[in-house]
């Protein structure tokens, strides 16, 4: 009896000691605050090649989503930034991220964007649909322009993963300074930051994060923010 009540209250303040502890959503942009893909948008757009294909690359392992990025990216022999800005700016930010990032600030929660996308679309989306990019801590790759041709730069240096922007060392550091992580996600990029790190994952749903991490107790798979914002409060606030 004495046993019991011992592992019962150890297991009380272990619990409490986790809501104590400081939280940090770290949430991918394309996909999951907008409802499509922005570069899939572009590259669907701006070449007739099959980049789709060096995905199937990055699924099975033969290659990372650095080598990944600048394959398919090197497919666009010419464009503009008119006709790139001419396609960003139908992109939509999900209508139930509005309230979800509002609830975020008045909580004082720590948030970040981690994107393998580029900087110039994310702060143009966000300033399109009226949220100051500036307010926010994003950590994303980018990209210029020299001769017609996109040259990308990325956020990380090369690292052991092969990512383009690598989203695990941005979340380990966050974990090494104490904070609980929920990670909210969608693609490829996601799935090793969320599989390693998180203590929580929100994947959406029927995406390569959900489908990969199927099974895993950490998991829940979502459709709209405002089913992050209820089940984190039931969870932990």
């Known amino acids: 009896m004495f046993v019991s009540k011992l592992l019962a209250a150890n297991l009380f303040f272990c619990i409490g000691f986790i809501n104590l502890m400081p939280i940090a959503i770290c949430c991918d942009f394309d996909g999951t ?7 899939k948008a572009l590259l669907s757009n701006l070449t007739k090649e099959d980049w789709q294909a060096v995905d199937k690359f990055v699924i099975d392992g ?46 004082n929660i720590k948030f970040f964007i981690l994107s393998d996308g580029f900087q110039k679309y994310i702060n143009r989306i966000l300033e399109n649909h009226e949220i100051e990019a500036e307010s926010l801590d994003i950590l994303a790759n980018d990209v210029n322009l020299v001769d017609n041709r996109l040259k990308l730069s990325f956020n990380t240096s090369a690292c052991d993963h092969g990512c383009a922007n690598c989203k695990y060392s941005h979340v380990l550091k966050l974990k090494n300074e104490g904070y609980k992580i929920i990670y909210i996600g969608d ?40 089913e992050i914002k209820e089940d984190i409060v039931k969870r932990i606030l």
């Open 187 to 226: 693609g490829l990029s996601d799935i090793l930051p969320a599989a390693e790190l998180a203590d929580i994952i929100y994947a959406k749903n029927n995406e390569d994060l959900a489908k990969k991490l199927e099974g895993d107790n950490r998991l829940q798979v979502f459709d709209s923010f405002s």
């Open 33 to 39: 605050i907008t409802l499509m893909d922005t570069g």
């Open 62 to 107: 033969s290659i990372g989503t650095r080598e990944a990025l600048i394959k398919q990216w090197g497919m666009i022999e010419y464009t503009t930034w008119k006709e790139i800005f001419t396609i960003v700016d139908t992109m939509k930010i999900d209508p139930s991220f509005y309230d979800f990032y509002s609830w975020v600030l008045q909580k």
